[in-house]
């Protein structure tokens, strides 16, 4: 997670769209549910709906659950995360440094974190693919807000990881640009053992060692017979020209 601009502090012009209500009444008119019909829906009044959705009484964490499974979206997705400026960021990402889910880093002309954590990993790689998707077109922002609305860690499977593909013609360049993706590749895995391991995390550390195993046979299987194949190919019509 990269950014190369610096961050400013709070705008107080800038409105805070993050409350409970606020998603509330948001979310319910995106999907076209009158006020009406949602309170009927949770069990609760229209008037009990009506001071949710302005602000004017705290939605308890029964009746939020209670209104998110009537609108079909996540609990989380109407909780209010409290992030109303950028030291809630910068603290709330210290806490998650300290429970082993990222890592600053810092490059030449960025700044951002690592992620270390496999199950945040896999579900930032869906969320990336979902809004790919959404920039090409093919997801319109409304599928993409439900998706995200509608999203749970639990039902995350993450989008095939890319594997080295075979070599072209066995040029230095491309065996340089194999090893480079076998690196990442491996990198990564290697990031979720050290995970496994500083968690205590046996049957991970095992888990991950079989997918290392895989991984690297895979890269075996299709680069490095590709090179042989190319090398004596190569070394076939250099005899026959001699």
């Avoid at 829906?41 to 029964?62: F, H, P």
């Avoid at 039902?155 to 013609?169: A, L, S, Y």
Wanted: with cysteine; aromatic share 6%; proline share 4%.
């Amino acid at each position: 997670m990269i950014s190369d601009k610096k961050s400013n502090k709070k705008d107080p012009e800038k409105e805070y769209f993050g409350s409970t209500g606020q998603k509330i009444r948001k979310t319910r008119e995106r999907k076209g549910v009158p006020a009406p019909q949602l309170a009927a829906n949770c069990g609760i009044t229209k008037g009990a709906m009506s001071l949710y959705e302005n602000g004017l009484r705290q939605v308890g964490d029964e009746k939020r659950k209670a209104i998110a499974d009537a609108l079909g979206v996540s609990d989380y997705a109407l909780k209010d995360h409290q992030l109303h400026d950028s030291s809630d960021i910068l603290f709330t990402l210290f806490e998650m440094a300290e429970m082993g889910y990222l890592k600053p880093v810092v490059t030449e002309d960025s700044v951002g974190v690592q992620i270390m954590n496999p199950d945040l990993h896999d579900a930032i790689l869906v969320w990336n693919e979902k809004y790919q998707q959404k920039l090409d077109g093919t997801l319109s922002q409304e599928e993409f807000d439900e998706w995200k609305d509608s999203f749970s860690l639990d039902k995350v499977v993450p989008p095939e990881k890319i594997v080295p593909q075979p070599v072209g013609n066995g040029s230095s360049s491309e065996e340089i640009r194999s090893l480079q993706m076998l690196r990442q590749t491996m990198e990564y895995d290697i990031g979720r053992v050290e995970h496994c391991i500083e968690n205590d995390d046996v049957v991970g550390i095992w888990s991950m060692f079989k997918v290392l195993k895989t991984n690297l046979l895979n890269w075996l299987d299709r680069d490095i017979e590709s090179m042989i194949e190319k090398n004596e190919t190569h070394s076939d019509h250099k005899s026959q020209s001699e």
